[in-house]
Protein backbone atom coordinates (compact mmCIF):
# COMPACT_ATOMS: atom_id res chain seq x y z
CA UNK A 1 0.00 0.00 0.00
CA UNK A 2 1.07 3.27 -0.69
CA UNK A 3 -0.93 5.22 1.95
CA UNK A 4 1.17 8.65 3.52
CA UNK A 5 1.02 8.13 6.94
CA UNK A 6 2.74 9.08 9.77
CA UNK A 7 4.71 11.92 7.95
CA UNK A 8 4.60 15.27 9.61
CA UNK A 9 3.91 17.27 6.45
CA UNK A 10 0.95 15.42 4.60
CA UNK A 11 1.34 15.44 1.15
CA UNK A 12 -1.34 16.22 -0.89
CA UNK A 13 -3.82 13.61 -2.14
CA UNK A 14 -3.19 14.41 -5.68
CA UNK A 15 -0.41 16.34 -6.72
CA UNK A 16 -0.20 17.03 -10.88
CA UNK A 17 2.99 18.69 -11.71
CA UNK A 18 3.64 20.11 -15.23
CA UNK A 19 2.21 17.90 -17.03
CA UNK A 20 1.88 18.19 -21.06
CA UNK A 21 -0.22 16.16 -23.26
CA UNK A 22 0.34 15.57 -27.00
CA UNK A 23 -2.12 14.28 -29.42
CA UNK A 24 -0.67 13.77 -32.69
CA UNK A 25 0.15 17.45 -33.58
CA UNK A 26 -2.29 19.20 -30.98
CA UNK A 27 -1.01 20.40 -27.81
CA UNK A 28 -3.96 19.18 -25.45
CA UNK A 29 -2.62 20.39 -22.43
CA UNK A 30 0.06 22.34 -21.60
CA UNK A 31 2.39 22.13 -18.41
CA UNK A 32 -0.62 22.24 -16.77
CA UNK A 33 -0.13 22.01 -12.49
CA UNK A 34 -2.14 21.61 -9.70
CA UNK A 35 -3.10 19.72 -6.50
CA UNK A 36 -5.96 18.61 -4.80
CA UNK A 37 -5.94 18.48 -0.95
CA UNK A 38 -7.76 15.45 0.66
CA UNK A 39 -11.87 15.49 1.14
CA UNK A 40 -12.14 18.04 -1.17
CA UNK A 41 -14.35 18.87 -4.38
CA UNK A 42 -12.35 20.10 -7.30
CA UNK A 43 -14.11 20.97 -10.17
CA UNK A 44 -12.03 20.98 -13.55
CA UNK A 45 -14.19 23.68 -15.99
CA UNK A 46 -13.43 25.34 -19.01
CA UNK A 47 -14.63 25.96 -22.32
CA UNK A 48 -15.28 22.96 -25.07
CA UNK A 49 -11.66 21.90 -26.20
CA UNK A 50 -10.00 23.12 -22.97
CA UNK A 51 -8.60 20.06 -22.55
CA UNK A 52 -10.62 19.24 -18.90
CA UNK A 53 -11.21 15.47 -19.92
CA UNK A 54 -7.97 15.00 -21.09
CA UNK A 55 -6.32 15.96 -17.89
CA UNK A 56 -8.72 13.69 -16.09
CA UNK A 57 -7.27 11.07 -18.33
CA UNK A 58 -3.64 11.69 -18.07
CA UNK A 59 -4.48 11.15 -14.11
CA UNK A 60 -5.67 8.05 -14.84
CA UNK A 61 -2.57 7.22 -16.76
CA UNK A 62 -5.18 6.71 -19.40
CA UNK A 63 -2.76 8.74 -22.15
CA UNK A 64 0.95 9.50 -21.88
CA UNK A 65 1.81 12.74 -20.89
CA UNK A 66 5.08 14.53 -19.64
CA UNK A 67 5.78 15.69 -16.14
CA UNK A 68 4.33 14.04 -12.99
CA UNK A 69 1.20 13.12 -11.32
CA UNK A 70 1.56 12.28 -7.43
CA UNK A 71 -1.11 10.11 -5.80
CA UNK A 72 -0.65 10.60 -1.89
CA UNK A 73 3.26 11.35 -2.57
CA UNK A 74 3.92 8.02 -4.95
CA UNK A 75 4.35 8.93 -8.75
CA UNK A 76 1.51 7.00 -10.51
CA UNK A 77 3.57 5.63 -13.06
CA UNK A 78 6.18 3.47 -10.35
CA UNK A 79 2.68 2.31 -9.41
CA UNK A 80 1.21 -0.85 -10.51
CA UNK A 81 -1.90 -0.78 -12.56
CA UNK A 82 -3.54 -2.70 -9.88
CA UNK A 83 -2.00 -0.32 -7.43
CA UNK A 84 -3.44 2.68 -8.79
CA UNK A 85 -6.84 1.00 -9.44
CA UNK A 86 -6.81 1.06 -5.05
CA UNK A 87 -6.35 4.46 -5.35
CA UNK A 88 -7.88 6.13 -8.10
CA UNK A 89 -11.62 5.12 -9.44
CA UNK A 90 -12.35 6.97 -13.32
CA UNK A 91 -15.88 7.04 -14.57
CA UNK A 92 -15.60 8.51 -18.31
CA UNK A 93 -18.57 11.09 -19.17
CA UNK A 94 -19.98 8.02 -21.73
CA UNK A 95 -19.62 4.94 -19.87
CA UNK A 96 -19.81 1.68 -21.79
CA UNK A 97 -22.81 -0.77 -20.38
CA UNK A 98 -22.81 -3.48 -20.82
CA UNK A 99 -26.49 -4.36 -21.44
CA UNK A 100 -27.24 -7.72 -20.34
CA UNK A 101 -25.17 -7.78 -17.16
CA UNK A 102 -26.67 -7.11 -13.99
CA UNK A 103 -26.45 -4.04 -12.24
CA UNK A 104 -24.35 -6.50 -9.28
CA UNK A 105 -21.86 -8.35 -11.64
CA UNK A 106 -21.27 -4.47 -12.88
CA UNK A 107 -20.70 -3.27 -9.45
CA UNK A 108 -18.52 -6.34 -8.27
CA UNK A 109 -16.28 -5.31 -11.41
CA UNK A 110 -15.32 -2.36 -9.11
CA UNK A 111 -13.62 -5.12 -7.15
CA UNK A 112 -11.07 -5.90 -9.93
CA UNK A 113 -7.80 -4.74 -8.01
CA UNK A 114 -8.54 -6.40 -4.91
CA UNK A 115 -7.90 -9.54 -6.47
CA UNK A 116 -6.27 -11.96 -8.73
CA UNK A 117 -7.80 -11.81 -12.37
CA UNK A 118 -8.93 -15.60 -12.55
CA UNK A 119 -9.67 -15.43 -8.78
CA UNK A 120 -13.78 -16.05 -7.27
CA UNK A 121 -14.91 -12.92 -4.94
CA UNK A 122 -14.26 -13.34 -1.71
CA UNK A 123 -16.44 -12.19 1.38
CA UNK A 124 -15.21 -8.41 1.53
CA UNK A 125 -15.83 -8.16 -2.29
CA UNK A 126 -19.08 -9.38 -1.44
CA UNK A 127 -19.64 -7.14 1.88
CA UNK A 128 -18.17 -3.59 -0.77
CA UNK A 129 -20.39 -4.88 -3.18
CA UNK A 130 -23.56 -4.94 -1.02
CA UNK A 131 -22.48 -1.60 0.87
CA UNK A 132 -22.01 0.27 -2.49
CA UNK A 133 -25.24 -0.91 -3.47
CA UNK A 134 -27.12 -0.06 -0.29
CA UNK A 135 -25.13 3.60 -0.37
CA UNK A 136 -26.76 3.97 -3.61
CA UNK A 137 -29.98 2.56 -3.19
CA UNK A 138 -29.91 0.54 -5.68
CA UNK A 139 -30.90 -2.57 -3.87
CA UNK A 140 -34.03 -3.27 -5.34
CA UNK A 141 -32.41 -3.21 -8.74
CA UNK A 142 -29.39 -5.20 -8.02
CA UNK A 143 -30.52 -8.23 -10.27
CA UNK A 144 -32.03 -6.40 -13.25
CA UNK A 145 -29.70 -5.92 -16.79
CA UNK A 146 -28.56 -2.58 -17.11
CA UNK A 147 -30.10 -1.82 -20.15
CA UNK A 148 -33.34 -1.78 -18.36
CA UNK A 149 -32.34 1.01 -16.33
CA UNK A 150 -33.29 4.74 -16.95
CA UNK A 151 -30.11 6.91 -17.69
CA UNK A 152 -30.16 8.48 -13.95
CA UNK A 153 -30.32 4.74 -12.47
CA UNK A 154 -27.32 4.01 -15.55
CA UNK A 155 -25.20 6.91 -13.49
CA UNK A 156 -25.92 4.94 -10.22
CA UNK A 157 -24.69 2.45 -11.29
CA UNK A 158 -21.14 3.31 -12.25
CA UNK A 159 -21.36 5.41 -9.01
CA UNK A 160 -21.87 2.31 -6.94
CA UNK A 161 -18.70 0.54 -8.91
CA UNK A 162 -16.62 3.53 -8.65
CA UNK A 163 -17.58 2.86 -4.46
CA UNK A 164 -16.92 -0.59 -4.40
CA UNK A 165 -13.55 -0.05 -5.98
CA UNK A 166 -12.68 1.65 -2.52
CA UNK A 167 -10.77 4.66 -3.95
CA UNK A 168 -9.14 7.30 -2.59
CA UNK A 169 -9.96 9.68 -5.62
CA UNK A 170 -12.60 10.20 -7.47
CA UNK A 171 -12.62 11.20 -11.41
CA UNK A 172 -16.07 12.12 -13.11
CA UNK A 173 -15.58 13.34 -16.14
CA UNK A 174 -18.67 15.37 -16.93
CA UNK A 175 -20.87 12.84 -14.68
CA UNK A 176 -24.18 14.95 -15.46
CA UNK A 177 -23.77 15.05 -18.93
CA UNK A 178 -26.55 12.36 -19.89
CA UNK A 179 -28.93 13.87 -17.38
CA UNK A 180 -31.61 16.32 -16.87
CA UNK A 181 -31.46 19.32 -14.30
CA UNK A 182 -33.50 17.54 -11.61
CA UNK A 183 -31.32 13.94 -12.17
CA UNK A 184 -27.98 15.87 -12.24
CA UNK A 185 -28.61 17.72 -9.00
CA UNK A 186 -29.70 14.37 -7.42
CA UNK A 187 -26.70 12.84 -8.58
CA UNK A 188 -24.11 15.83 -7.72
CA UNK A 189 -25.75 15.50 -4.05
CA UNK A 190 -25.25 11.95 -3.84
CA UNK A 191 -21.50 12.65 -4.40
CA UNK A 192 -21.44 15.64 -2.16
CA UNK A 193 -22.40 13.15 0.08
CA UNK A 194 -20.57 10.02 -0.62
CA UNK A 195 -17.72 12.60 -0.71
CA UNK A 196 -18.51 13.55 3.10
CA UNK A 197 -19.10 9.91 4.37
CA UNK A 198 -16.91 7.25 2.93
CA UNK A 199 -13.66 10.07 2.91
CA UNK A 200 -13.56 10.68 -0.73
CA UNK A 201 -11.99 13.50 -2.91
CA UNK A 202 -13.58 14.70 -5.67
CA UNK A 203 -11.88 15.64 -9.18
CA UNK A 204 -14.92 16.01 -11.67
CA UNK A 205 -15.06 17.86 -14.59
CA UNK A 206 -18.24 19.69 -14.91
CA UNK A 207 -18.94 22.12 -18.16
CA UNK A 208 -21.76 23.32 -16.28
CA UNK A 209 -20.98 26.30 -14.56
CA UNK A 210 -23.75 27.12 -12.28
CA UNK A 211 -23.37 23.60 -10.79
CA UNK A 212 -19.95 23.69 -10.80
CA UNK A 213 -20.30 27.12 -8.76
CA UNK A 214 -22.53 25.25 -6.18
CA UNK A 215 -20.95 22.16 -6.03
CA UNK A 216 -16.71 22.20 -6.02
CA UNK A 217 -15.12 23.90 -2.91
CA UNK A 218 -12.26 24.62 -5.58
CA UNK A 219 -12.23 25.13 -9.22
CA UNK A 220 -10.10 25.28 -11.95
CA UNK A 221 -10.56 26.83 -15.10
CA UNK A 222 -8.53 25.23 -17.91
CA UNK A 223 -8.41 27.16 -21.03
CA UNK A 224 -6.55 25.90 -24.14
CA UNK A 225 -4.58 23.11 -22.19
CA UNK A 226 -3.34 25.97 -19.55
CA UNK A 227 -4.46 26.66 -16.16
CA UNK A 228 -5.95 30.60 -16.37
CA UNK A 229 -7.35 30.66 -12.57
CA UNK A 230 -7.87 28.24 -9.32
CA UNK A 231 -9.07 28.97 -6.57
CA UNK A 232 -12.46 29.35 -4.16
CA UNK A 233 -15.33 29.40 -6.76
CA UNK A 234 -15.95 33.14 -5.70
CA UNK A 235 -12.58 33.69 -7.12
CA UNK A 236 -12.94 32.11 -10.31
CA UNK A 237 -16.26 32.23 -11.25
CA UNK A 238 -16.26 35.99 -11.97
CA UNK A 239 -18.01 37.77 -14.29
CA UNK A 240 -14.85 39.08 -16.10
CA UNK A 241 -13.27 35.95 -16.52
CA UNK A 242 -16.00 34.13 -17.14
CA UNK A 243 -16.90 37.03 -20.01
CA UNK A 244 -12.74 36.50 -21.05
CA UNK A 245 -12.62 33.21 -21.36
CA UNK A 246 -15.87 31.53 -21.96
CA UNK A 247 -17.20 35.04 -23.90
CA UNK A 248 -20.49 34.53 -22.03
CA UNK A 249 -22.46 37.46 -20.38
CA UNK A 250 -23.28 36.29 -17.33
CA UNK A 251 -23.85 37.77 -13.46
CA UNK A 252 -22.20 36.22 -10.40
CA UNK A 253 -23.74 36.23 -7.01
CA UNK A 254 -22.01 35.14 -4.02
CA UNK A 255 -24.70 32.94 -1.49
CA UNK A 256 -24.82 30.62 1.46
CA UNK A 257 -24.73 27.74 -1.13
CA UNK A 258 -21.39 28.78 -3.17
CA UNK A 259 -21.32 31.01 -6.26
CA UNK A 260 -24.67 30.97 -8.35
CA UNK A 261 -24.05 31.83 -12.25
CA UNK A 262 -26.80 33.74 -14.11
CA UNK A 263 -26.64 33.77 -17.57
CA UNK A 264 -27.69 37.00 -19.09
CA UNK A 265 -28.21 37.99 -22.65
CA UNK A 266 -25.23 40.68 -23.57
CA UNK A 267 -26.14 44.40 -23.24
CA UNK A 268 -28.87 43.40 -20.82
CA UNK A 269 -26.74 42.53 -17.79
CA UNK A 270 -26.67 44.80 -14.38
CA UNK A 271 -30.49 45.50 -14.96
CA UNK B 1 -29.59 -16.37 -3.62
CA UNK B 2 -30.48 -14.41 -6.04
CA UNK B 3 -31.93 -15.16 -10.31
CA UNK B 4 -28.74 -14.45 -11.86
CA UNK B 5 -26.40 -16.56 -9.98
CA UNK B 6 -28.68 -19.14 -10.06
CA UNK B 7 -28.84 -19.49 -13.71
CA UNK B 8 -25.08 -20.20 -14.07
CA UNK B 9 -25.69 -24.12 -12.48
CA UNK B 10 -28.63 -24.56 -14.04
CA UNK B 11 -27.43 -23.65 -17.44
CA UNK B 12 -24.63 -25.55 -17.12
CA UNK B 13 -26.35 -28.17 -16.10
CA UNK B 14 -28.91 -28.04 -19.21
CA UNK B 15 -25.96 -27.73 -22.00
CA UNK B 16 -24.27 -31.21 -20.39
CA UNK B 17 -27.41 -32.97 -20.61
CA UNK B 18 -28.08 -31.66 -24.15
CA UNK B 19 -24.61 -32.76 -24.94
CA UNK B 20 -25.01 -36.13 -23.41
CA UNK B 21 -27.98 -36.21 -24.82
CA UNK B 22 -26.85 -35.51 -28.68
CA UNK B 23 -23.74 -37.81 -27.91
CA UNK B 24 -26.03 -40.94 -27.37
CA UNK B 25 -28.24 -40.34 -30.44
CA UNK B 26 -25.31 -39.49 -32.67
CA UNK B 27 -23.78 -42.83 -32.08
CA UNK B 28 -26.85 -45.06 -32.15
CA UNK B 29 -28.90 -43.10 -35.30
CA UNK B 30 -27.20 -44.12 -38.69
CA UNK B 31 -27.62 -46.22 -41.32
CA UNK B 32 -27.30 -49.49 -38.87
CA UNK B 33 -29.38 -48.45 -35.89
CA UNK B 34 -27.72 -49.63 -32.83
CA UNK B 35 -29.25 -49.37 -29.65
CA UNK B 36 -28.15 -46.91 -26.78
CA UNK B 37 -29.07 -49.62 -24.21
CA UNK B 38 -26.66 -52.14 -26.53
CA UNK B 39 -24.19 -49.37 -26.96
CA UNK B 40 -23.51 -48.43 -23.18
CA UNK B 41 -23.39 -52.42 -22.44
CA UNK B 42 -21.10 -53.11 -25.33
CA UNK B 43 -18.83 -50.37 -24.22
CA UNK B 44 -19.02 -51.41 -20.62
CA UNK B 45 -18.31 -55.03 -21.66
CA UNK B 46 -14.84 -53.68 -23.88
CA UNK B 47 -13.89 -51.93 -20.29
CA UNK B 48 -13.42 -55.02 -18.76
CA UNK B 49 -17.05 -54.94 -17.00
CA UNK B 50 -18.70 -58.39 -16.67
CA UNK B 51 -21.47 -58.02 -18.92
CA UNK B 52 -21.90 -59.35 -22.34
CA UNK B 53 -21.50 -57.86 -25.42
CA UNK B 54 -25.00 -57.63 -27.34
CA UNK B 55 -23.58 -56.16 -30.34
CA UNK B 56 -21.83 -58.39 -32.92
CA UNK B 57 -18.60 -58.22 -34.32
CA UNK B 58 -19.25 -55.70 -37.11
CA UNK B 59 -21.75 -53.45 -35.19
CA UNK B 60 -18.95 -52.97 -31.91
CA UNK B 61 -16.31 -52.39 -35.18
CA UNK B 62 -19.36 -49.73 -36.61
CA UNK B 63 -19.48 -47.97 -33.49
CA UNK B 64 -16.11 -47.85 -31.78
CA UNK B 65 -14.45 -47.27 -35.23
CA UNK B 66 -16.99 -44.96 -37.10
CA UNK B 67 -19.43 -43.73 -34.93
CA UNK B 68 -17.58 -42.58 -31.39
CA UNK B 69 -14.96 -41.36 -33.21
CA UNK B 70 -16.82 -39.56 -35.69
CA UNK B 71 -19.59 -38.33 -32.65
CA UNK B 72 -16.51 -37.34 -30.77
CA UNK B 73 -15.12 -35.29 -33.41
CA UNK B 74 -18.30 -33.36 -33.99
CA UNK B 75 -18.19 -32.59 -30.60
CA UNK B 76 -14.99 -31.34 -30.33
CA UNK B 77 -15.13 -28.93 -33.27
CA UNK B 78 -18.52 -27.66 -32.63
CA UNK B 79 -17.78 -27.06 -28.81
CA UNK B 80 -14.12 -25.46 -29.90
CA UNK B 81 -15.81 -22.85 -32.69
CA UNK B 82 -18.80 -22.25 -30.16
CA UNK B 83 -16.44 -21.34 -27.47
CA UNK B 84 -13.75 -19.17 -29.46
CA UNK B 85 -17.00 -17.57 -31.04
CA UNK B 86 -17.99 -16.09 -27.40
CA UNK B 87 -14.40 -15.32 -26.75
CA UNK B 88 -13.68 -13.46 -29.90
CA UNK B 89 -17.07 -11.55 -29.27
CA UNK B 90 -16.10 -10.91 -25.71
CA UNK B 91 -12.43 -9.55 -26.84
CA UNK B 92 -14.16 -7.16 -29.84
CA UNK B 93 -17.23 -6.40 -27.52
CA UNK B 94 -19.13 -7.22 -30.38
CA UNK B 95 -21.80 -9.88 -30.74
CA UNK B 96 -20.98 -10.34 -34.92
CA UNK B 97 -17.27 -11.31 -34.27
CA UNK B 98 -17.04 -14.81 -35.13
CA UNK B 99 -13.98 -17.05 -34.86
CA UNK B 100 -13.11 -16.86 -38.56
CA UNK B 101 -13.19 -12.69 -38.49
CA UNK B 102 -9.13 -12.47 -38.02
CA UNK B 103 -7.90 -14.47 -41.32
CA UNK B 104 -8.70 -17.78 -39.89
CA UNK B 105 -10.88 -19.24 -42.29
CA UNK B 106 -9.22 -17.06 -45.37
CA UNK B 107 -5.52 -18.73 -44.19
CA UNK B 108 -7.15 -22.04 -43.61
CA UNK B 109 -8.98 -22.08 -46.94
CA UNK B 110 -5.63 -21.01 -48.76
CA UNK B 111 -3.36 -23.47 -46.95
CA UNK B 112 -6.03 -26.40 -47.95
CA UNK B 113 -6.57 -25.03 -51.90
CA UNK B 114 -2.77 -24.98 -52.28
CA UNK B 115 -2.38 -28.44 -50.92
CA UNK B 116 -5.31 -30.09 -52.69
CA UNK B 117 -3.66 -27.95 -56.18
CA UNK B 118 -0.03 -29.52 -55.98
CA UNK B 119 -0.15 -32.03 -53.86
CA UNK B 120 -3.69 -33.84 -53.83
CA UNK B 121 -2.34 -37.37 -52.56
CA UNK B 122 0.08 -35.51 -49.78
CA UNK B 123 3.64 -36.08 -49.26
CA UNK B 124 4.29 -39.05 -47.36
CA UNK B 125 2.51 -40.02 -44.43
CA UNK B 126 1.65 -36.92 -42.65
CA UNK B 127 -2.18 -35.78 -42.97
CA UNK B 128 -0.82 -32.79 -45.58
CA UNK B 129 -4.21 -31.32 -45.57
CA UNK B 130 -5.33 -30.79 -42.06
CA UNK B 131 -1.83 -29.46 -41.75
CA UNK B 132 -1.88 -26.73 -44.55
CA UNK B 133 -5.06 -25.89 -42.93
CA UNK B 134 -3.94 -24.94 -39.45
CA UNK B 135 -1.14 -23.78 -40.30
CA UNK B 136 -2.91 -21.12 -42.74
CA UNK B 137 -5.23 -20.56 -39.97
CA UNK B 138 -2.51 -19.37 -37.85
CA UNK B 139 -0.63 -17.71 -40.44
CA UNK B 140 -4.11 -15.60 -41.23
CA UNK B 141 -4.64 -14.81 -37.75
CA UNK B 142 -1.11 -13.79 -37.34
CA UNK B 143 -0.73 -11.47 -40.84
CA UNK B 144 -3.97 -9.74 -39.07
CA UNK B 145 -2.45 -9.18 -35.34
CA UNK B 146 0.59 -7.77 -36.76
CA UNK B 147 -1.12 -5.64 -39.18
CA UNK B 148 -3.31 -4.07 -36.42
CA UNK B 149 -0.62 -3.87 -34.41
CA UNK B 150 1.26 -1.26 -36.67
CA UNK B 151 -1.80 0.27 -37.68
CA UNK B 152 -2.43 0.52 -34.03
CA UNK B 153 0.66 2.12 -33.10
CA UNK B 154 -1.12 5.46 -32.44
CA UNK B 155 -4.44 5.38 -30.64
CA UNK B 156 -6.58 2.25 -32.36
CA UNK B 157 -7.58 -0.42 -30.67
CA UNK B 158 -10.05 -3.39 -31.42
CA UNK B 159 -11.17 -1.48 -34.08
CA UNK B 160 -7.98 -1.48 -36.01
CA UNK B 161 -7.49 -5.23 -35.43
CA UNK B 162 -10.96 -6.12 -37.16
CA UNK B 163 -10.57 -4.05 -40.23
CA UNK B 164 -6.91 -5.68 -40.20
CA UNK B 165 -8.68 -8.89 -40.28
CA UNK B 166 -10.92 -8.10 -43.13
CA UNK B 167 -8.08 -6.80 -45.04
CA UNK B 168 -5.76 -9.92 -44.61
CA UNK B 169 -8.74 -12.27 -45.37
CA UNK B 170 -9.65 -10.40 -48.56
CA UNK B 171 -5.86 -10.38 -49.67
CA UNK B 172 -5.33 -14.82 -48.66
CA UNK B 173 -8.84 -15.23 -50.48
CA UNK B 174 -7.77 -13.53 -53.76
CA UNK B 175 -4.80 -15.65 -53.73
CA UNK B 176 -6.48 -18.53 -53.15
CA UNK B 177 -9.13 -17.83 -56.07
CA UNK B 178 -5.76 -17.49 -58.07
CA UNK B 179 -4.76 -20.67 -57.23
CA UNK B 180 -8.07 -22.06 -57.79
CA UNK B 181 -8.59 -20.81 -60.90
CA UNK B 182 -4.99 -22.16 -61.94
CA UNK B 183 -6.09 -25.57 -60.98
CA UNK B 184 -9.76 -25.75 -61.73
CA UNK B 185 -9.57 -29.38 -62.41
CA UNK B 186 -9.54 -29.29 -58.00
CA UNK B 187 -12.08 -27.03 -57.67
CA UNK B 188 -14.79 -29.64 -56.82
CA UNK B 189 -12.42 -30.79 -53.98
CA UNK B 190 -11.72 -27.32 -52.48
CA UNK B 191 -15.60 -26.49 -52.39
CA UNK B 192 -16.51 -29.65 -50.82
CA UNK B 193 -13.65 -28.74 -48.06
CA UNK B 194 -14.68 -25.00 -47.50
CA UNK B 195 -18.33 -26.45 -47.01
CA UNK B 196 -16.68 -27.98 -43.98
CA UNK B 197 -17.24 -32.08 -43.87
CA UNK B 198 -17.01 -34.62 -40.78
CA UNK B 199 -16.74 -37.58 -43.04
CA UNK B 200 -12.89 -38.22 -42.36
CA UNK B 201 -13.58 -38.36 -38.91
CA UNK B 202 -11.49 -41.14 -37.48
CA UNK B 203 -9.42 -41.32 -34.35
CA UNK B 204 -6.37 -40.09 -35.87
CA UNK B 205 -8.13 -36.73 -36.64
CA UNK B 206 -9.32 -36.75 -32.67
CA UNK B 207 -5.84 -37.49 -31.36
CA UNK B 208 -4.16 -34.88 -34.07
CA UNK B 209 -6.33 -31.45 -32.82
CA UNK B 210 -7.40 -32.78 -29.12
CA UNK B 211 -4.42 -31.65 -27.95
CA UNK B 212 -4.36 -27.74 -29.05
CA UNK B 213 -8.03 -27.89 -28.35
CA UNK B 214 -7.70 -28.92 -24.95
CA UNK B 215 -4.97 -26.41 -24.23
CA UNK B 216 -7.08 -24.00 -26.17
CA UNK B 217 -10.05 -24.57 -24.00
CA UNK B 218 -8.40 -24.54 -20.61
CA UNK B 219 -6.99 -21.04 -21.35
CA UNK B 220 -10.62 -20.02 -22.65
CA UNK B 221 -12.66 -21.08 -19.65
CA UNK B 222 -10.00 -18.72 -17.77
CA UNK B 223 -11.01 -15.65 -18.85
CA UNK B 224 -14.42 -15.50 -18.32
CA UNK B 225 -13.70 -12.69 -15.60
CA UNK B 226 -11.39 -11.26 -17.48
CA UNK B 227 -13.39 -10.36 -20.66
CA UNK B 228 -16.18 -9.69 -17.99
CA UNK B 229 -13.71 -6.71 -17.31
CA UNK B 230 -13.11 -5.75 -20.65
CA UNK B 231 -16.63 -5.57 -21.70
CA UNK B 232 -16.90 -2.09 -19.90
CA UNK B 233 -14.46 -0.53 -22.37
CA UNK B 234 -10.75 -0.67 -22.38
CA UNK B 235 -10.18 2.94 -20.34
CA UNK B 236 -12.00 1.70 -17.41
CA UNK B 237 -10.92 -1.96 -17.55
CA UNK B 238 -7.12 -0.31 -17.14
CA UNK B 239 -9.18 1.82 -14.12
CA UNK B 240 -9.68 -1.08 -12.54
CA UNK B 241 -6.47 -2.69 -12.68
CA UNK B 242 -6.49 -4.56 -15.99
CA UNK B 243 -4.58 -4.73 -19.17
CA UNK B 244 -6.73 -5.12 -22.46
CA UNK B 245 -3.97 -5.53 -24.68
CA UNK B 246 -2.38 -8.43 -22.75
CA UNK B 247 -5.62 -10.08 -22.17
CA UNK B 248 -6.98 -9.77 -25.78
CA UNK B 249 -3.65 -11.59 -27.01
CA UNK B 250 -3.66 -14.19 -24.76
CA UNK B 251 -7.88 -14.71 -25.25
CA UNK B 252 -7.02 -14.12 -29.18
CA UNK B 253 -4.08 -16.80 -28.89
CA UNK B 254 -5.59 -19.41 -27.62
CA UNK B 255 -9.53 -19.04 -29.60
CA UNK B 256 -7.24 -18.78 -32.95
CA UNK B 257 -5.25 -21.94 -31.78
CA UNK B 258 -8.37 -23.66 -30.99
CA UNK B 259 -10.15 -22.14 -34.11
CA UNK B 260 -6.98 -23.14 -36.54
CA UNK B 261 -7.39 -27.15 -35.24
CA UNK B 262 -10.90 -27.49 -35.60
CA UNK B 263 -10.86 -26.07 -38.88
CA UNK B 264 -7.92 -28.55 -39.88
CA UNK B 265 -10.06 -31.11 -39.36
CA UNK B 266 -13.26 -30.19 -40.27
CA UNK B 267 -12.88 -27.14 -43.12
CA UNK B 268 -15.18 -24.38 -42.80
CA UNK B 269 -18.31 -25.36 -40.86
CA UNK B 270 -20.27 -21.64 -40.44
CA UNK B 271 -22.74 -20.07 -37.97
CA UNK B 272 -21.89 -22.36 -35.25
CA UNK B 273 -19.35 -19.86 -33.69
CA UNK B 274 -22.07 -16.91 -34.75
CA UNK B 275 -25.03 -18.56 -32.98
CA UNK B 276 -24.44 -20.84 -30.66
CA UNK B 277 -22.90 -18.20 -28.30
CA UNK B 278 -25.46 -15.70 -28.86
CA UNK B 279 -28.71 -18.20 -28.18
CA UNK B 280 -26.46 -18.68 -24.81
CA UNK B 281 -26.10 -15.31 -24.15
CA UNK B 282 -30.33 -14.93 -24.30
CA UNK B 283 -30.72 -18.11 -22.23
CA UNK B 284 -27.76 -17.93 -19.55
CA UNK B 285 -27.37 -13.63 -19.57
CA UNK B 286 -24.37 -11.93 -20.55
CA UNK B 287 -21.64 -12.91 -18.40
CA UNK B 288 -18.64 -14.80 -19.88
CA UNK B 289 -18.40 -16.73 -17.23
CA UNK B 290 -21.35 -18.57 -17.84
CA UNK B 291 -21.20 -17.80 -21.65
CA UNK B 292 -18.07 -19.42 -22.25
CA UNK B 293 -18.56 -22.93 -20.76
CA UNK B 294 -22.31 -23.00 -21.52
CA UNK B 295 -21.00 -22.05 -25.80
CA UNK B 296 -18.78 -24.88 -25.10
CA UNK B 297 -21.41 -27.62 -23.97
CA UNK B 298 -23.91 -26.53 -26.06
CA UNK B 299 -21.92 -26.13 -29.67
CA UNK B 300 -20.53 -29.72 -29.37
CA UNK B 301 -24.18 -30.69 -28.61
CA UNK B 302 -25.27 -28.80 -32.04
CA UNK B 303 -22.94 -30.03 -34.54
CA UNK B 304 -23.47 -33.43 -33.27
CA UNK B 305 -26.69 -32.69 -33.38
CA UNK B 306 -26.24 -31.68 -37.10
CA UNK B 307 -23.90 -33.91 -38.10
CA UNK B 308 -26.60 -36.37 -37.47
CA UNK B 309 -28.89 -34.59 -39.72
CA UNK B 310 -26.16 -34.08 -42.09
CA UNK B 311 -25.45 -38.04 -42.68
CA UNK B 312 -29.38 -39.18 -42.55
CA UNK B 313 -31.35 -36.93 -44.67
CA UNK B 314 -30.44 -37.87 -47.59
CA UNK B 315 -28.30 -41.45 -46.68
CA UNK B 316 -26.64 -43.23 -48.39
CA UNK B 317 -25.86 -39.89 -49.54
CA UNK B 318 -24.13 -36.63 -47.21
CA UNK B 319 -25.06 -33.36 -47.30
CA UNK B 320 -21.79 -31.12 -46.28
CA UNK B 321 -21.98 -30.27 -42.30
CA UNK B 322 -21.56 -26.44 -43.60
CA UNK B 323 -25.23 -26.43 -45.43
CA UNK B 324 -26.79 -27.94 -42.54
CA UNK B 325 -25.43 -26.00 -39.75
CA UNK B 326 -26.65 -22.64 -41.93
CA UNK B 327 -30.20 -24.65 -42.98
CA UNK B 328 -31.37 -25.18 -39.76
CA UNK B 329 -29.42 -22.80 -37.61
CA UNK B 330 -30.80 -19.84 -39.52
CA UNK B 331 -34.46 -20.41 -39.04
CA UNK B 332 -34.16 -21.56 -35.16
CA UNK B 333 -32.17 -18.57 -34.80
CA UNK B 334 -34.83 -16.27 -36.47
CA UNK B 335 -37.35 -17.90 -34.20
CA UNK B 336 -35.32 -17.03 -30.87
CA UNK B 337 -34.82 -13.42 -32.11
CA UNK B 338 -38.98 -13.17 -32.27
CA UNK B 339 -39.49 -14.85 -29.17
CA UNK B 340 -37.16 -13.66 -26.93
CA UNK B 341 -37.14 -10.13 -28.62
CA UNK B 342 -36.44 -7.02 -26.43
CA UNK B 343 -36.54 -8.73 -23.46
CA UNK B 344 -34.09 -9.21 -20.70
Not at chain 2, 109 to 129: D, E, F, H, K, Q
Request: glycine content about 10%.
Amino acid sequence: MTASSGGSEEPELLDVREVSVALGRAQVLDAVSLSVTEGGWTAVVGPNGAGKSTLLRAIASLVTCRGRVLIGGVDASSMSAKERARQIAYAPQVPLIPEAMSVREYVMLGRTPYRALLAAPRGADHEAVARALTRLDLESLADRMLRTLSGGERQRAVLARSLAQEPRLLLLDEPTAALDLGHAQQLLELVDDLRRDEHLTVLSTLHDLVLAGQYADRIVLLTGGRVVADGAPADVLTAQALAEHYGVSAEVEAGPSGVRVHPVRPGRAGA
Amino acid sequence: MNVVQQRRPVALAAAGALLLLALVAGTSVGAVALSPSGILASLAHSAGLDVGNPLSQTQFALLTQIRIPRVLLAALVGGMLALAGASYQGVFRNPLADPYLLGAAAGAGLGATIVIAYSPNGIGPIATLPMAAFVGALTGVGLSYALGAVAARHGGGSATLLLAGIAVTAFLTAIQTVVQQANSDSLRQVYSWILGQLGAGHWDEVRLVLPYMAVSTVVLLFAGRALDVLSVGDDEAITLGVRPRQVRFVVLLAASLGTASAVAVSGLIGFVGLVVPHVVRRLAGSSYRSVLPVSLLAGGAFLVLADLVARTVLSPAELPIGVVTAFVGAPFFAALLRIGGGSS
